[in-house]
């Protein structure tokens, strides 16, 4: 396992996509770290303590990476992306338009593509002005009884600075998971996803250790890794139903007569590309 994870780095193009990918994943963490401009940083302590408390905060800071309540410049993370493809493909159902462009093949799914990309910039423009407003003293509903005022200046100008700050963030977000698809390794959105939840396991590893001891701890990884052992099996689980080619004769040789196989997935459902 170990030499062919070495042979990887052997091969220039996937070494460079490998690179790439690890790039792109190095300043998606820098940008959740980094806050947006307005922002009381020492209000950002009370909002992670709230979060750590479960509710709605510790849902939406899941597909964030924890930078939401850092109210960084990735806030949003992929969460407008998400929501604008599954909207475009519940249109595609009820629009003839779009369900024209989803028959049109490669060509139809650029442009749902680009109307995907527009969606996606109206949606982080509505829930970064709904983030500035909620996030404000004002915000209890969220943040808490006792609410962190993340915006102690709050103006239209701070407010617009914020939602183009986060907006852009989204955008870019966007951009970077494009890129990996075509010059990294994977689904590009379906990679940041996936770093956004993993990034929270040692802050939620040193909750349990604290709370309830080592062995606990030692309990949930034990269970966590089973779990992915579990999902890895079943996903790539095939059944080979064996096929036999008829022999033929071909001048004066036999030909043909060879066996082989046919790899149904275990696991179909899972074989359909994500949304994202």
Known sequence: MI???LNMFRVADLRKRILFTLLMILLYRIGAFMPAPGIDVE????????ANQGGVLAFLQLFSGGALTTFAVFALGVM????????????????PKIEQWQQQGAVGQRKIT?????LTVAIAVIQSTSFAFLFNSGGNSISGSSGANLLPNFHIGTVSLVVLTLTAGTALLMWMG????????????SLLIMISIVSAFPAQGSLIHAENGPIAL?????VLIGLVAAIVFVEQGQRRIPVQFAKRVVG?????GQSTHLPLKVNTSGDRKSVV
Request: proline share 2%; net charge positive; hydrophobic share 45%.
């Open 218 to 222: 030692g309990i949930v990884l034990v």
């Open 3 to 5: 030499s062919s994870m």
């Open 80 to 95: 407008p992306y998400i929501t604008a493809s599954i909207i475009m493909q519940v249109l595609g159902v009820v629009v």
């Open 114 to 118: 680009q109307w995907t990309r527009y």
């Open 178 to 189: 494009e890129l990996i698809t075509q010059k990294g390794i994977g689904n590009g959105m």
């Open 43 to 50: 209000q950002v302590q009370l909002l992670r303590d709230r």
């Open 252 to 256: 004066r040789k036999m030909m043909g």
